[in-house]
């Protein structure tokens, strides 16, 4: 051993970030780059959790599941404390640990396989077309964020989960979604007030009296009939479905319109050449990543890459961070279609718990591109985005473009 | 460098060099290989890069762990004993030589 090898292992320096208050909820860039910037890991005192957004860091945790655990949640909140679950009971599929986990993640994916999203292809692809042969016949001004992100979000959803939520209730449970990831402030007490009616409807929906036959839901059920799941799990599966993809689903389908519009010679290229299509999907993952920073509980005491970690002590993994880290990509703030970006980014998380519908996620974004693609001449922005300012999630509120017809 | 022979449905045979140590999802899509999608980047979470290996070769390609046999349940053409996800088998000088046929339909 070196004679100053003690020395060198330093605790994580603490720095001055909030990345729950207004200002990082606004404008987060400023604040990712001082939690990358400052050390491999940091610690930030105000909520006693450990912070990294070095994509060689994330990467490492992700795959460290004995040392890094899901089973505190994903969130900021230690899901092991009961007062915790008021809003939001825990995940049966996020936040636990393998094996445990293994057994439910192999189920969940086989029914979310290749065979099964192809039988949904055809409603996604039609479902667009429609939409976009509209908005185009109406001209003007048009906002993609509640006129395509969120139409296609919430109608299809559901519907391929066969829950019967009236459709008013639909936008305060995603972001419900992302302030129960988050500490409580008052923006979140907001929400909690604005959604109590709502949650009723949620709950009761997902219950197996009430799912739609053939649908998603119904098949969770039949799985867990069958013992691929243990009684109680599947109604916990489907609200993940319904709440974490919605408030993904339109993040992702409102970031892709914005940047396809923002950058007309990226446009050109995905038009001249479909191929690109699926990679300009991936590129817009890494680039406005919908989830900002996924937490692993420190189990225990712990040296990681020369700095001694606090064990039960949670880490925000900022994975939004991770997909802009300047040291692994080349111009990260840039949108690039050709980019090698597919199983280099870390938008979908990664390791045992890597996003399990990005299958789903995939497929409404390239449903929505070919049929802007084979209909659209131009997206022109017409008016700033606005972010929507929820906590742990990158979405837009509003975006004006118009749609120009070819 | 081992070369890889990628054999597409309807019998398209394409040769290519690949570096130790990369995946033949990586190397058969770069190769512009279209019977290969590799959707997820090779987190074992699509099942679309499907590949039906030539048996003699399978002693030499390390088992498949738990994650990628349950993919292997979901993949859109029915997985065969020689079948494998290609994301997983990582390109090495025991492996030149090596012929894999692609299924009918990846999605």
Known sequence: ?406 | MPNVTFIEWGGNETPVDVENGKNLMQAGTAAGISGIIGDCGGNLSCATCHVFVDPDYIPRIPAPNDYEKDMLEFTATAAEDNSRLCCQIVMSDALDGLIVWLPQTQE
Not at chain 1, 87 to 98: G, L, T
Not at chain 1, 143 to 161: H, R
């Open chain 1, 1 to 406: 051993m070196l004679p100053n090898a003690e020395l060198s292992i330093a605790a994580p320096p603490a720095i001055h970030i909030d990345p729950y208050a207004d200002d990082f909820l606004a404008d987060p860039d400023p604040g990712r780059c001082i939690i990358r910037d400052s050390a491999p890991i940091t610690y930030l005192p105000k909520y006693g959790v450990y912070a990294t957004g070095r994509m060689t860091v994330v990467r490492e945790i992700f795959k460290d599941y004995e040392r890094f655990s899901s089973s505190a949640g994903i969130g900021l909140a230690d899901r092991r404390d009961p007062s915790s679950h008021a809003h939001r009971r825990p995940s049966p599929i996020n936040e636990v640990d393998p094996p445990v986990h293994t057994k439910i993640r192999a189920g969940v994916q086989k029914l979310l396989s290749p065979m099964m999203i192809r039988s949904w292809r055809g409603r996604y692809d039609a479902f667009a077309e429609k939409l976009v042969d509209q908005l185009i016949i109406r001209g003007g001004v048009i906002d993609a964020v509640p006129e395509i992100a969120e139409e296609m979000t919430y109608t299809l959803m559901p519907e391929t989960l066969g829950l019967d939520i009236p459709r008013a209730f639909l936008p305060g449970l995603g972001e419900m979604n992302s302030f129960s990831l988050g500490p409580a402030t008052p923006r979140q007490q907001a929400n909690y007030e604005q959604v109590k009616d709502a949650i009723k409807f949620y709950n009761e929906a997902a219950e197996r009296e009430n799912v739609r036959p053939g649908t998603l839901a119904d098949k969770i059920y039949q799985e867990e009939d069958a013992g691929t799941f243990e009684p109680g799990v599947g109604a916990g599966l489907i609200r993940v479905f319904l709440r974490a993809s919605s408030e993904n689903q339109y993040s992702m389908i409102s970031a892709l319109i914005r940047r396809l519009a923002e950058n007309p010679d990226q446009w050109d290229k995905v038009k001249a050449d479909p191929g690109k299509l699926k990679n300009a999907i991936e590129e817009v993952i890494r680039l406005d990543t919908p989830l900002e920073v996924d937490f692993r509980l420190v189990v225990s005491d712990t040296e990681f890459n020369g700095q001694a970690l606090q064990g039960n002590r949670k880490i925000g993994l900022f994975i939004a961070a991770a997909n802009r880290d300047p040291h692994y990509w080349d111009k990260p703030n840039e949108y690039d279609v050709d980019r090698e970006v597919l199983g280099n980014h870390v938008g979908f998380g990664g390791g045992a718990h890597v996003c399990v519908g990005q299958m789903m996620a995939r497929l409404q974004g390239e449903s929505l591109l070919k049929a802007l693609v084979a209909r659209v001449d131009r997206i022109e922005p017409a008016g700033r985005p606005e972010r929507r300012v929820v906590s742990a999630t990158n979405s837009l509120k509003s975006l004006p473009v118009r749609l120009i017809g070819r």
